[in-house]
């Protein structure tokens, strides 16, 4: 009896480490992220536009930036994408200007079984996929910790320097530079999702990032689903020409250049101008 007691038991784990691994394996979810984003580093001035005015545009084009999106995501892959806008109407202000911002709704895709990220994005409405390896940060983990939803987070840093364009257009004069600034990310994550995934590019901490910010913009994730009964499709972006980053940048400064010679009057037509930088001071 002593025998069959312990065969018994030995086939009952066997059955639950096999169960176990099989549950690892179709682990899967849907996380919900809104976005905000800081409006402190942009100005707009044009002729007789009143402080009133340019206050009335930031506030609209803020609420424009305020998006929706999604992260399926399972063990080793994970897709990226707005699926809803809170923009409203464009930005609008006395004396008729209108503004928008034009939405990238292109997917991102990670694979850290491959070290692949997938980026579908545009370049002066021409699609493009740029395909590199996904980016390394060397996380820093900390004790903090806090509740998003019903997950405790914990909090983790990372810093890193990034180039940033600064544009700018002014009746006949133009400008265009490149200049390297220190940013700060700080990232909250849950080890009770166990995967390496998080919004955006953002990955690499021991459980899904509820929470990131790098100081003018911030992804707050609002909602998860956890091995819905429909499944999870993890879909490969295939849409635009295949670059490389380098590829990608040397298009984009090209595009930009262009950009700059044909509006390098800065004229809407009735003799105003106007001029929007941002990144600038």
Same mark, same amino acid.
């Given at each position: 009896?002593?025998?069959?007691?312990?065969?018994?038991? $030995? $086939?009952?784990?066997? $059955?639950?480490?096999?169960?176990?691994?099989?549950?690892?394996?179709?682990?899967?979810?849907?996380?919900?992220?809104?976005?905000?984003?800081?409006?402190?580093?942009?100005?707009?001035?044009?002729?007789?536009?009143?402080?009133?005015?340019?206050?009335?545009?930031?506030?609209?084009?803020?609420?424009?930036?305020?998006?929706?999106?999604?992260?399926?995501?399972?063990?080793?892959?994970?897709?990226?994408?707005?699926?809803?806008?809170?923009?409203?109407?464009?930005?609008?202000?006395?004396?008729?200007?209108?503004?928008?911002?034009?939405?990238?709704?292109?997917?991102?895709?990670?694979?850290?079984?491959?070290?692949?990220?997938?980026?579908?994005?545009?370049?002066?409405?021409?699609?493009?996929?740029?395909?590199?390896?996904?980016?390394?940060?060397?996380?820093? $983990?900390?004790?903090?910790?806090?509740?998003?939803?019903?997950?405790?987070?914990?909090?983790?840093?990372?810093?890193?320097?990034? !180039?940033?364009?600064?544009?700018?257009?002014?009746?006949?004069?133009? !400008?265009?530079?490149?200049?390297?600034?220190?940013?700060?990310?700080?990232?909250w994550f849950t080890p009770e999702i166990p995967?390496?995934?998080? @919004?955006?590019?953002?990955?690499?901490? @021991?459980g899904l990032i509820m929470e990131i910010s790098?100081?003018?913009?911030?992804?707050?994730?609002?909602?998860?689903?956890?091995?819905?009964?429909?499944?999870?499709?993890?879909?490969?972006?295939?849409?635009?020409?295949?670059?490389? @980053?380098?590829?990608?940048?040397?298009?984009?400064? !090209?595009?930009?250049?262009?950009?700059?010679?044909?509006?390098?009057?800065?004229?809407?037509?009735?003799?105003?101008?106007?001029?929007?930088?941002i990144g600038g001071n």
């Amino acid at each position: 009896m002593k025998k069959l007691k312990k065969t018994v038991m $030995l $086939l009952l784990g066997i $059955l639950t480490a096999g169960t176990l691994t099989l549950n690892a394996q179709n682990f899967q979810g849907i996380a919900t992220y809104q976005s905000a984003r800081k409006m402190g580093n942009m100005s707009i001035k044009g002729d007789g536009m009143s402080p009133e005015m340019e206050k009335q545009l930031q506030e609209s084009l803020k609420k424009q930036m305020q998006k929706e999106y999604e992260l399926k995501f399972n063990l080793t892959e994970s897709t990226w994408a707005e699926v809803e806008s809170l923009e409203g109407a464009p930005a609008a202000a006395a004396g008729g200007v209108v503004m928008r911002i034009s939405s990238n709704s292109g997917t991102k895709y990670k694979n850290t079984a491959d070290n692949l990220f997938l980026n579908e994005t545009e370049v002066f409405s021409k699609p493009f996929l740029v395909e590199s390896e996904l980016k390394n940060r060397e996380w820093q $983990l900390t004790n903090e910790t806090k509740k998003i939803g019903n997950y405790t987070a914990q909090k983790a840093i990372f810093s890193e320097i990034v !180039e940033r364009t600064v544009i700018s257009f002014d009746n006949d004069d133009k !400008e265009s530079k490149v200049t390297s600034d220190t940013i700060n990310i700080e990232a909250w994550f849950t080890p009770e999702i166990p995967v390496s995934q998080g @919004p955006d590019d953002f990955w690499g901490l @021991p459980g899904l990032i509820m929470e990131i910010s790098d100081g003018k913009i911030t992804y707050l994730c609002t909602k998860v689903v956890l091995n819905p009964e429909e499944g999870v499709k993890i879909k490969k972006p295939s849409k635009g020409k295949k670059v490389t @980053p380098e590829e990608l940048k040397v298009i984009r400064d !090209e595009k930009t250049k262009e950009m700059m010679e044909k509006y390098s009057q800065g004229s809407n037509g009735d003799g105003k101008s106007f001029t929007i930088k941002i990144g600038g001071n």
